[in-house]
C-alpha cells in the first residue's frame, strides 16, 4: 500500500486548500481512510475519517464545519478540503489508512501513512 499526499501550501487567514492522497496498491474497499496533522512540537493529530465507501465521515470537534474529508474511488482518492482556515491550522497533514472499518482518532491504529504535505497559513 501507498499513500502519496499533496497539495499542501501556503494560504492566508481565511482561505482554502484541498489535499490529496493518492493511494495504491492494493483495492481499498473495506478500509478506513483517515487525514492527521502534525503541529511543530506537538503530537500528530486525528482530523477526520470515512470508510471507503463514504457513506460516513467523522471529524476531530476543532475543524468541523471547516473541513469536509471525502473519496474518489474511480481515481483511488481521498480528498480533505479545508476552508476558513486559521493560523493554528500550520500543520503537516498525513493520510492514513487502515484495513478496518471503524471510528478511529489514534494514530496507531492505523497502517498505513502518506509522507505528509505541509500546510503554512499566515495571519
Known amino acids: 500500500v501507498q499513500l502519496q499526499a499533496s497539495g499542501g501550501g501556503l494560504v492566508q487567514a481565511g482561505g482554502s486548500l484541498r489535499l490529496s492522497c493518492a493511494a495504491s496498491?492494493?483495492?481499498?474497499?473495506?478500509?478506513?481512510m483517515a487525514w492527521f496533522r502534525q503541529a511543530p512540537g506537538k503530537e500528530r493529530e486525528f482530523m477526520a475519517s470515512?470508510?471507503?465507501?463514504?457513506?460516513?465521515?467523522y471529524y476531530a470537534d476543532s475543524v468541523k464545519g471547516r473541513f469536509t474529508i471525502s473519496t474518489d474511488n474511480a481515481k483511488n482518492t481521498v480528498f480533505l478540503q479545508m476552508n476558513g482556515l486559521k493560523p493554528e491550522d500550520t500543520a503537516v497533514y498525513y493520510c492514513?489508512?487502515?484495513?478496518?472499518?471503524?471510528?478511529?482518532?489514534?494514530?496507531?491504529?492505523?497502517?498505513?501513512w502518506g509522507q505528509g504535505t505541509e500546510v503554512t497559513v499566515s495571519s
Open positions: 470515512l470508510p471507503w465507501s463514504g457513506d460516513r465521515t
Open positions: 496498491g492494493r483495492t481499498f474497499s473495506g478500509y478506513t
Open positions: 492514513a489508512a487502515d484495513p478496518r472499518i471503524g471510528f478511529r482518532t489514534k494514530n496507531y491504529e492505523y497502517e498505513y
